[in-house]
């Protein structure tokens, strides 16, 4: 086993207790569920910038967009009294403003963004996140903690994390299988 890594998954069995376990056996190996899950805590933890971005809903789409391609970005929370009122994103520039032909100098946040805003805890699983992003159809959370910003994830963040528990979970697969210690 590669014990230098935190794991969050299911364990696997040691060989010498496979064989009394009374699980089904593959070529001697139990057969065992894994189920990887990173929490939104951990996810937030391995972004390389963990900044969150805010703007108020007095704030110019244009002055949003700008910030956000400035930050390589997709998204911004809208803050007001330090309270999040909702979240604006590139699909929402596009959408209700590019398309209904309005002008970005002219057209405030509070008007285009998405709101009341869906979000997530820390220590919610990155599986419940996908679930609220697909049957939503949204790209970012906002993270909450004690009904402070603490965050903000992506569907690519997700993807990343997830990417991520595959490979882990392949390595160490491959170990258990060829009677490696990792």
Known sequence: WNRSRPVQCGAFLPRAAAKADGRAHVAGLPIVEVRCMNTVEQILGSKPDQA?????????????????????????????????????????????????????????????????????RPHQTSDECMALMTQNRMRHLPVM??????????????????????????????????????
């Open 52 to 120: 969150v971005y805010t703007m108020e809903p007095s704030a110019s789409a244009h002055e949003a967009v700008r910030l956000m391609a400035e930050k390589n970005i997709g998204a911004l929370v809208v803050v007001e009294h330090g309270q999040v009122v909702g979240l604006v994103s590139e699909r929402d520039y596009a959408r209700k403003l590019v398309l209904l032909a309005r002008s970005p100098t002219d057209t405030l946040l509070g008007d285009i963004m998405s709101s009341p805003v869906m979000y997530v």
């Open 145 to 182: 903690d004690g009904g402070q910003l603490i965050g903000l994830i992506s569907i690519g963040d997700l993807v990343k994390a997830t990417i991520s528990e595959q490979q882990f979970i392949i390595e160490q697969l491959e170990h258990y299988i060829t009677g490696q210690r990792g």
